[in-house]
């Protein structure tokens, strides 16, 4: 029922991605709304025990890998594509690794100014144009 409950969410964020053309503005639109949704209650503690419970069940790690985590990347893996960018997995790890582990590590979250300065150093890392 939490993975029903998640993937109806995550399924609606999808469907409203952003795709202005500016491939730098889309991504820190994407970040942006990823922070505000693992940071909002009651879906932040939902996704800490959700967390919690991927790390010492291999089923539940795989059925979040495969009904939510792997869409959502393959959504940020199209908006990299759709930008020119080769390496997408990697890049796609670069941009969201930092958002992740600043929630697990529950120190504050990256600002507006900290996304867009950290999408324009992993563009420029990865050569998107």
Excluded: N
């Amino acid at each position: 029922m939490i993975f029903d409950a998640l993937f109806a969410r995550a399924a609606d964020v999808a469907e409203t991605l952003p795709s202005t053309g500016d491939l730098q503005r889309d991504l820190e639109t994407l970040l942006e709304e990823a922070v505000v949704e693992i940071s909002t209650q009651p879906r932040e503690s939902l996704l800490r025990s959700l967390a919690a419970r991927i790390q010492t069940d291999e089923s539940t790690a795989s059925e979040f890998h495969d009904r939510l985590l792997r869409p959502q990347l393959d959504v940020v893996h199209t908006l990299l594509r759709s930008g020119g960018a080769r390496r997408v997995e990697r890049t796609a790890e670069l941009l969201l690794a930092p958002v992740f582990y600043r929630w697990f590590m529950r120190l504050a979250p990256m600002t507006t100014q900290d996304i867009a300065s950290h999408v324009r150093e992993v563009l420029r890392l990865a050569h998107v144009p």
